[in-house]
């Protein structure tokens, strides 16, 4: 009996010391993230909001509020820190029943491996969805090595932060990136609605737009805005004023009923191509969401908006063929639609595979190469048989 209390004591003392060896929150150094380079934001390096300032007064409040979400916005920085943890203040602590918290108002830390040569992901944290307690702490990973390591901390998809701060170790050096990556210059600009807002990721680095990012390592600025793609004429005025564009990726369709596919697209398409004549544009197709071919109303309504959209690109391209690309709905969401929450929203995998679509006409834009996968959609769509209207 004797022998059994001191291995149990023994265990519990064990057990203890392993678990003061982990870091714990209120040790560490936080400072400012906003002293850091912010990436993959378009008008201004603010936590505030994805449109300009000026558009808040005349805008649809829908529109206003949920610019404030921070999709696609991310920080990057280097540390020696043996721990590196993230506390920030949530602007609404949103919630969806078809969407992980994770996504909507969490974050997540990517690192640098050397050994792949590429950004690895390292943690994301579980938001608290006390409405009382808005101030979200998270120590991602701690134990380091203690040499300087390049991270990329992505902000939530589904919510704002009033502010964001990085902890470290009391006495570790926190810098600048030395690592271009994402390369700084040129940038694409994503417009579009609530899929590419980030409806659902199950955490903020896998919207498809951080995947890209990575993917091409180029800065990638995240516009889509939920429920409110509906190709407003200022808002394509605002994106004409972004500096240092590498393409325009227009996928608004969703959003839009099969009138406003046909009435809006041309004045929205050609504000850009007016003001930024040498800017490459990518309009991108409606996807059929995965009831649309056993739906006897979608089946038909889905592709008159494509039909719609692509009738007005055929019409552009005629004007000017320069710089302007089409990509259709063909797996845009996987080979058998499994890439959705709710036949609509994407799930990681759909973000994945929406990446892979349009990534090779990314490369080649970037690479000043012919633009795959054109043919074919350069040719005028049979027009949609007993078409239907809302």
Known sequence: MKKYLILLCAVVLSLAAYSQDFTKIDDLRFVDAMQFRMINYAFEKTLDTRIPRYLEDSVRTELKERARHTSGKAFRFRTDSRAVAVRYQLLYNAHMMHMADTGIKGTCLYIWDEDTKSWQFVNGNRPNSNKEDTI????????????????????????????????????????????????????????GTSILHGGCASQPGMVATSIIQRDLDIECVNIGISG????????????????????????????????????????????????????????????????????????????????????????????????????DCKNLYGPNNDGTVDGIHLTDLGFYYYAQKLEPILKAILAGKKVPNQKEVNKPYPPIKDPVTF
């Not at 939530?156 to 701060?165: A, H, S």
């Not at 490459?280 to 008159?304: D, N, T």
């Open 136 to 191: 979200q702490r998270k120590v991602y990973v701690d134990r380091l090595d203690g040499k300087m390591h390049e991270y990329m901390l992505y902000l939530p998809l589904y919510d704002g932060v009033r502010w964001l701060e990085v902890g470290v170790d009391s006495t570790a050096t926190i810098t600048q990136p030395v690592l271009n990556s994402p390369r700084q210059g040129k940038k694409f600009i994503f417009y």
């Open 228 to 327: 409110e793609g509906k190709m407003d004429y200022c808002m394509a005025r605002a994106m004409a004023t972004i500096p240092d564009v590498a393409a325009f990726i227009l996928d608004p369709i969703p959003n839009c009923t099969q009138m406003m596919c046909d009435t809006l697209t041309y004045e929205f398409v050609n504000i850009l191509r007016r003001a930024r004549p040498d800017v490459p544009i990518v309009m991108v197709e409606g996807q059929m969401y995965s009831y649309a071919k056993y739906s006897g109303f979608f089946g038909k309504y889905l592709p008159q908006k494509n039909y719609e959209f692509h009738k007005n690109y055929l019409k552009l391209r005629a004007e000017n063929p320069k710089n302007l690309y089409y990509v």
